[in-house]
């Protein structure tokens, strides 16, 4: 299923925020990514599978996915029954209102 087809099913789209529990896992032809994610709002779920598909998604995860690493999913519902929770649609890791990698104001100000 590609990006185009997961947009054609008129699902609600999900927002999610989380951190890789574990290193990206490729599956099938390699074009294919698993990526098990905690979510970042303690809620009744544990960890969240998330799919991407494609050859950008594929470009992406190599440069940016580790074990850790912060991301923001925008996706669509997964297959019931499949394994998967979410269809990713987009994918963006190390999200810039993270504000783990800025100094905090002590040690901007030195007080």
Known sequence: MT??????RREPVIWFE????????SV???LTWL???????KGPTGKI???ARGGDHTANIRRN?????RLIIKGVAGDEGS????DAISLAFGPSHD???RPTVEETTGR
């Open 65 to 69: 996915a580790r074990k850790g690493t």
């Open 83 to 86: 394994g998967i929770d979410i």
């Open 3 to 8: 990006n185009s087809t997961i947009m054609q």
């Open 49 to 51: 599978t998330i799919r």
């Open 18 to 25: 989380g951190t890789l529990m574990r290193e990206p896992r």
């Open 99 to 101: 504000d783990r990698d």
């Open 28 to 30: 099938g032809e390699g």
């Open 35 to 41: 990526l098990e994610t905690l979510p970042a709002v």
